[in-house]
């Protein structure tokens, strides 16, 4: 899932101060996050053999190809845990940008 978060003000919008728009992308982007997260689909590197015992390594977001090895498995972990802490990690900037924002 990927987010498109406008870079340049976009016509006819409301002027907002720096602060705001930092907070509205930041909600954007733990949204989106948030909402990959519920779906289950993180993207994470899975090693198989296809058919005629060829072996491949793929970047995949099907979670049964976790089951496949222990190593798939360990590396899904690896991302469903990146993924917390990016979550985690913006929603502590967002909170950094509401303070200023309260103290204006």
């Known amino acids: 899932m990927s987010i498109l978060v406008p870079s ?6 409301p002027a907002r101060a720096p602060d705001e ?8 982007i733990i949204a989106g996050l948030v909402a990959q997260q519920m779906s289950g689909l993180i ?6 053999s296809d058919e005629r ?17 222990p190593e798939n498995a360990a590396s899904r972990t690896r991302a469903l845990v990146a993924l917390d802490r990016a979550i985690e990690r ?5 909170e950094s940008v509401r303070v200023r924002l309260r103290g204006r």
């Open 8 to 13: 340049t003000p976009v016509a006819g919008a």
């Open 21 to 28: 728009i930092r907070a509205v992308k930041l909600e954007l």
């Open 43 to 48: 993207g994470y590197w899975a090693a198989f």
């Open 53 to 69: 015992g060829v072996f491949h390594f793929a970047f995949t977001s099907d979670p049964t190809y976790a089951d496949l090895s």
């Open 90 to 94: 913006h929603r502590a900037k967002l």
